[in-house]
């Protein structure tokens, strides 16, 4: 059954992501980050690409012509995921597509629309019996 974990209160999303990214890389795992659209994941993906000291995230627009040759892909819309290992929604919505998924990140910002549509998510997971994991980032 796919595993759930909510990150709420999230600042800074983009650092977040880099972070979690960071760490399924070296896990060897294939990431999936959902968002709104193609300028969301053009702007992230941008940000993922820059290169630290020490850091460096390869990733691809999901459709791209090589994205699936890439540990993390970019994608905005359902029939673009390629994989089915770790999601990261950022969307709004919840994805109709999740339960392939081994593990499902919400990433929830400070917003109270953002925290609204985060609790509908919330509640639908947990109704259908999801195993949860919460990580308030304001309180770590």
Known sequence: M???RFY?????????????VSQALSRQRSVTIYV???????????Q??????DSFWPNALAD???????PVQLAWQPEQIRQDD???NCQAVLPK??????????????????KMAGRQRWAFYRDRGYE???MNKQTQ
Do not use: M, N
């Open 86 to 88: 770790l999601l990261f």
């Open 64 to 70: 791209a012509e090589y994205a699936a040759l890439t």
């Open 8 to 20: 709420t209160d999230v600042t800074d999303p983009p650092a977040l992501i880099q972070h979690l």
């Open 36 to 46: 709104p659209d193609r300028e969301q994941a053009q702007r992230l993906g941008d």
């Open 132 to 134: 949860i994991q919460h």
């Open 2 to 4: 796919t595993k759930i």
């Open 48 to 53: 993922l690409w820059q290169q630290t000291a």
């Open 97 to 114: 597509f999740f339960s392939r998924f081994r593990h499902v990140f919400e990433l929830i910002g400070t917003e109270e629309a953002d």
